[in-house]
């Protein structure tokens, strides 16, 4: 040993020895029990391994003085119950090759060993066929009783007083309301995962969760994020062959929920995602559920999504992590594009049953667009907030001055789509008045065509309509600009452009996007290829896609821009239209809804 790798304080090198086994268990714990959660998690994975239809989850300060698991799974013979608590000791794994097929979600046999080593230990279990079911306690470890018990079928496993004899380890656990919180989110997030299992969880006696178990996962969603979030998600249901075989055994499925638009949260924790039944965190996934929102909700906002992946256990490694929380995928890329397309799919269609597939209702009347009469106006009122009313040419056609905004796909979308709005006026030059169903809209006319504009170009990628210019245009290019159409011009076609190069600094210009025409030609070209450099999106996008961002963006109507009545009621009628009317391309709001309630109680009705 060199001089720098003595001990401190003059010690003399000690030699080398094996750890007792007590100390060697705490170190391999350290690696399956963080804290309380850990715990939690690994005896929940026990019961749903077990067959169990119902779990009841118990903690008192957080999980340190106290957690009790009790299941009605399958239990554990008496004679094999001693063997359970020992260190990698399973009933679910015989060698390394199965390791390439196992199902379950435990498969180790380190957990029960792990948690004994840092707690006392309770265990009581009855498989259907005893009579009676045995109970062991271990303490540090080691084993302190054991013996015969009267018990109902199943499983129940209380773990007192975690880390007494580790307080390194319980010097790092947060508060209790903190400690709480996590066992909380991992208790709701198989309820997600199995709503087929009744889960419940009571904290310091009180109950805050009880999933219904009933097998639907509306049901279970509603438990865990409330009834008014469950119908608004989306369902998501995917699938395909994972070998080209089109065996049933064989598919990659992927089923879940997934949030609406204006369904969104400022943080990732509403994104929950399960492979093979087992509750995983995975970067590059969640990454692909948040680029099938963008152009939907909000920059830096994250949708709420319940996604349930299943594929061949040969396709996805489990054992890379101790606490099993991280998988590795054979194809990796191709999971990202799946799950990505998936929840993309059901925004487009939704199947679950949002709040906006019900009839449009308000506790007084049956709202209808055509009750709607253009010639019952009010006067213009000019001023620095000018209001804009119906002139009574009935019928305005979709059009606005410069812009043809409509009208835009008329397929099937999702509930996310604005009810029928009637036209009330036009404040600041910026912002449309409009009234709902049982609300009042406000929206900001840039942002809202801005995303006409943008769903009409990717709607018509593959055939874009274009404008032919009456002269071809050279249009000259600074070098960022040459660089940009260098990796982006096939792009360009996809949405209505027509370029071509013309020397090694400037484009020959012959036709673009019909729905921009109106914009001066050279500018707009160049602002596409400045800003779709500046899109600044830390996943992958479809070359097409971030050039239509660019485009729509410039070539839009803007703030401060004065419209008549029929270029207001052209663009509402457009939004209406839209996949994803709530937000701008850009993740901008593009409406503000003032309910009927909200309005009612700032004026002391209610």
Not at 227 to 236: F, G, K, M, S, T
Not at 463 to 480: C, I, M
Not at 527 to 545: I, K, S, Y
Request: glycine share 10%; aromatic share 4%.
């Amino acid at each position: 040993m060199s001089e720098r790798e003595r001990p401190t304080g003059g010690s003399p090198p000690r030699s080398i020895h094996r750890l007792d086994e007590l100390t060697i268990s705490r170190i391999a714990a350290g690696e399956v029990v963080e804290r309380p959660a850990s715990v939690v998690k690994e005896l929940v994975e026990n019961s749903i391994d077990a067959g169990a239809t119902r779990i009841d989850v118990t903690i008192r300060e957080g999980g340190r003085s106290w957690i009790s698991i009790s299941d009605d799974g399958s239990g554990i013979p008496a004679d094999e119950i001693e063997l359970a608590v020992e260190r990698h000791a399973t009933s679910k794994l015989d060698d390394e090759l199965s390791l390439a097929s196992i199902r379950t979600l435990g498969f180790r046999g380190e957990a029960l060993a792990a948690i004994c080593s840092v707690a006392r230990v309770s265990l009581i279990s009855r498989p259907e066929d005893a009579a009676d079911g045995r109970r062991v306690v271990v303490e540090g470890g080691r084993l302190v009783e054991q013996g015969p018990a009267g018990a109902p079928i199943g499983t129940r496993i209380t773990v007192e007083h975690l880390f007494r004899d580790v307080p390194a380890r319980r010097e790092f656990l947060n508060s209790d309301a903190a400690e709480s919180g996590r066992v909380t989110e991992i208790v709701t997030q198989y309820a997600l995962a199995y709503p087929n299992i009744r889960f419940t969880l009571d904290r310091n006696d009180r109950r805050v969760l009880d999933s219904p178990g009933r097998g639907g996962l509306k049901a279970a969603i509603g438990a865990v994020f409330g009834a008014e979030v469950a119908r608004d998600l989306l369902e998501i249901a995917y699938s395909e062959s994972y070998d080209g075989s089109g065996s049933q055994d064989r598919m990659i499925r992927v089923r879940g929920a997934a949030g609406s638009a204006h369904l969104h949260r400022a943080n990732r924790r509403g994104i929950t995602l399960f492979v093979n039944g087992r509750l995983v965190k995975d970067a590059r996934l969640t990454a692909a559920v948040v680029q099938a929102y963008r152009t939907r909700i909000p920059e830096r906002r994250y949708p709420i999504a319940v996604v349930s992946i299943e594929l061949p256990p040969e396709a996805v490694d489990v054992n890379v992590h101790p606490a099993k929380t991280e998988v590795r995928f054979k194809a990796p890329d191709r999971m990202f594009g799946v799950v990505r397309d998936a929840v993309i799919g059901s925004l487009g269609a939704g199947r679950i049953g949002a709040s906006l597939d019900k009839p449009f209702t308000t506790s007084r009347h049956l709202w209808r667009p055509q009750d709607f009469d253009p010639s019952n106006r009010i006067a213009e009122v000019r001023s620095k907030y000018d209001f804009v009313e119906s002139s009574g040419d009935g019928e305005a056609p979709h059009t606005i001055e410069g812009w043809d905004v409509g009208p835009a796909d008329q397929g099937t979308g999702p509930s996310d789509r604005l009810p029928p709005l009637r036209v009330l006026g036009q404040i600041a030059r910026c912002y449309i008045v409009a009234e709902g169903p049982d609300a009042l809209y406000l929206i900001d006319q840039h942002a809202a065509h801005e995303r006409i504009v943008f769903e009409m170009l990717l709607a018509r990628t593959g055939s874009p309509a274009s404008q032919t210019l009456l002269e071809p245009l050279v249009v000259e290019l600074s070098a960022d600009e040459a660089e940009a159409f260098g990796r982006l011009g096939q792009g360009l076609e996809k949405i209505g452009f027509l370029v071509e190069a013309f020397g090694d600094a400037a484009l020959i210009l012959r036709a673009v996007p019909e729905i921009l025409s109106k914009s001066e030609p050279a500018a707009l070209l160049r602002g596409v290829l400045q800003g779709a450099d500046e899109d600044e999106v830390p996943v992958e996008r479809a070359v097409e896609e971030r050039l239509a961002r660019a485009a729509c963006k410039r070539g839009s109507v803007k703030a401060g821009q004065a419209l008549t009545y029929a270029e207001i009621r052209a663009l509402v009628g457009a939004l209406e239209q839209c996949h994803a009317p709530h937000t701008c391309p850009h993740g901008r709001p593009t409406v503000i809804v003032l309910g009927a309630d909200f309005i009612e109680r700032s004026f002391g009705r209610r």
